[in-house]
């Protein structure tokens, strides 16, 4: 009650329409649903957009009668079911939730007391949130006000390209939407990337200090289900990566050579151990010069190849190879 309370007192209370698109997710839906009904923040409305479920999705979506607004639609993949809620939702901001994964009890409030501070009201508002397995146990939790400064933040794609930025704990204005499109239909598993890359380009995002969703990770997810999942993620990265200017990367990275490092071992290498190694490694034997890079190769990928090698990873020296290419291909 004292959150409701506290909104009602700073006359900031906007209709916030939290999507929840749902495809054959009768082991995870009701839990998504109710952990947005549970909002301690009162002006919301709760859409599902059941994305052609084979299950009973909808026969639980259904039972929740007036509580929520349900829509059904036949199978076009998790764009076009967010895209229907973007079209049909009556709030002035949008808040995506997954079927399978949670929002804690003030998120939305969090959001709107944060908004209620800044002069712009457009600000897209992010926050911490928390990973956690199939039977809700947590695993990691992920807060980028505590591993990142306010001013490095609040810098233009900074947050996106450092991993600070995922979509459940996101509260976005109606007017990006407007102003640089929806999700792209086309892409199965990166169009929350592509379009956080083109609403959050030149712009700042501002951050609750708090963990504010469950993001859940499971084998049935479609990220683990289908096929071309990190072909599409590495494509779209790249194109996206090209797409930046040397002010931008640099903004970003510190310097050229650091954000290509960086990237190309964001899109290329899964295990987080091997990521710091090839980083650290990288971003000390790697010396700028002009018109290019210089690498003291044989010291650099005899050290590298044989520690990689010895955590049973292969193609070490390609890995660095490929990593030298594209730093070099920045400079030219």
Known sequence: MKAVEEIRMCDFNPLVSIVIPVYNGVNYVREAIDSALAQNYPNCEILVINDGSTDTTEEIARSYGNKIRYFSKPNGGVATALNLGIQEMSG???????????????????????????????????????????????????????????????????????????????????????RVGTFDERLLCAQDFDLWFRMMRGQSVAFVDEIIASVRLHLEQGSNTMEGIAAERSEVRTYLF???????????????????????????????????????????????????????????????????????????????????????QSYK
């Open 92 to 178: 002035e901001y949008f808040s995506w939730l997954s079927h399978d994964d949670l929002y804690l009890p003030n998120k939305i409030f969090s959001q709107i007391k944060l908004l209620s501070t800044k002069e712009q009201k457009e600000t897209i508002i992010a926050g911490g949130w928390q990973t956690i397995d199939q039977f809700g146990n947590v695993l990691e939790v992920h807060l980028p006000t505590k591993k990142f400064k306010t001013e490095q933040l609040s810098t233009p794609l900074f947050p996106l390209f450092k991993g600070a930025i995922t979509g459940i704990p996101l509260l976005i204005h109606k007017s990006h939407f407007g």
């Open 242 to 328: 090209n797409m930046l200017s040397d002010e931008e990367k640099i903004a970003i990275g510190g310097t050229l050579k650091n954000f290509c490092i960086d990237e190309y071992v964001s899109v290329n290498v899964e295990d987080k151990e091997l990521k710091k190694l090839i980083k650290s490694h990288a971003k000390r034997y790697m010396l700028p010069v002009i018109g290019g890079l210089q690498l003291e190769l044989l010291r650099f990928c005899g050290r590298m190849g044989g520690r990689m090698r010895a955590m049973k990873t292969r193609g070490g020296v390609e890995t660095i190879k490929k990593i030298i290419k594209m730093c070099r």
